[in-house]
């Protein structure tokens, strides 16, 4: 009996990927598909999701250093408890991996319709999906939005609650006119986090396309230097480590005390431009 129990507490703090294929970037696409989005506005994106990715850049980008390959997974959020994942965690190892992820985003159907803009949970729901991707060499959350955070607790929280170390925040700002420069101001202010943070402007859903594919160009830019830590995990410096439970604040369950005040300053953050 002893022996099984602790068998099963082996396999319980076992990593969840066990990658034998070395990894230089996690990229993990987050999605606004808030109610501020309407029809038309949600095919231009989704269709601009599968342009910018079978783009002939972006595949070049993608398999740029073969047997180092990059990982991908995309999610949409919308209200505080609207995340869906869209195609989980795959090693992109030649064009056959871009055309599937390509055809599972362009299959898949919109989550939700109704809910407004909650960037912070979509952020914490980020570091939690970020658990069970193979071990890279860097991570990157790439964020598209149309609005600012307008439900639950702000970004400035999910970085303080959340684990974030290693992980860079890039963002995409969807407006046009003076909601453009606005917005970008508000992500550059409360979003993108961790060194070389950038964000991007596309000019309404119609310039979506163009935008995303110069963004993913410019997240895929891994700079490839050694290959000594590529089983790091984000905060450490060694092989990635069994996670530990993960452990939510009480009011991320719906229950209990409420988010500290707005007043909390977000962890400082470095090349945070817009462009």
Request: neutral net charge; glycine residues 8%; proline residues 7%.
């Amino acid at each position: 009996m002893g022996r099984l129990l602790y068998a099963s507490i082996l396999c319980a703090l076992a990593p969840a990927h066990g990658h034998a294929q070395d990894c230089r970037l996690g990229l993990l696409l987050a999605i606004d598909v808030s109610a501020s989005i309407d029809a038309r506005e949600f095919e231009l994106q989704r269709n601009g999701y599968v342009d910018a990715l079978t783009s002939p850049e972006v595949r070049r980008a993608l398999l740029a250093h073969p047997g180092w390959p990059v990982a991908i997974s995309a999610f949409e959020f919308s209200g505080q408890r609207q995340q869906a994942v869209l195609a989980d965690w795959r090693l992109i190892l030649a064009d056959d991996d871009i055309d599937r992820l390509a055809a599972e985003l362009r299959a898949s159907k919109r989550s939700q319709t109704e809910f407004p803009t909650a960037i912070g949970y979509a952020l914490g729901f980020a570091s939690v999906h970020l658990r069970a991707a193979p071990r890279c060499r860097e991570y990157k959350i790439d964020l598209s939005a149309d609005g600012e955070n307008n439900d639950g607790f702000p970004p400035t929280l999910a970085y303080r609650h959340f684990p974030f170390a290693g992980v860079s925040v890039n963002a995409l700002a969807i407006a046009d006119g003076d909601d453009r420069d606005a917005l970008a101001a508000y992500f550059v202010r409360e979003v993108i986090r961790g060194p070389g943070a950038f964000v991007l402007t596309a000019d309404g859903f119609g310039d979506f396309a163009r935008a995303l594919r110069e963004k993913l160009l410019r997240e895929l830019r891994t700079q490839v230097i050694g290959r000594g830590d590529q089983n790091a995990w984000p905060g450490t410096s060694g092989p990635r480590q069994p996670s530990p439970p993960l452990i939510l604040p009480k009011y991320l369950g719906g229950a209990g005390a409420a988010p500290p005040p707005r007043s909390d300053r977000a962890p400082a953050r470095s090349e945070t431009r817009v462009q």
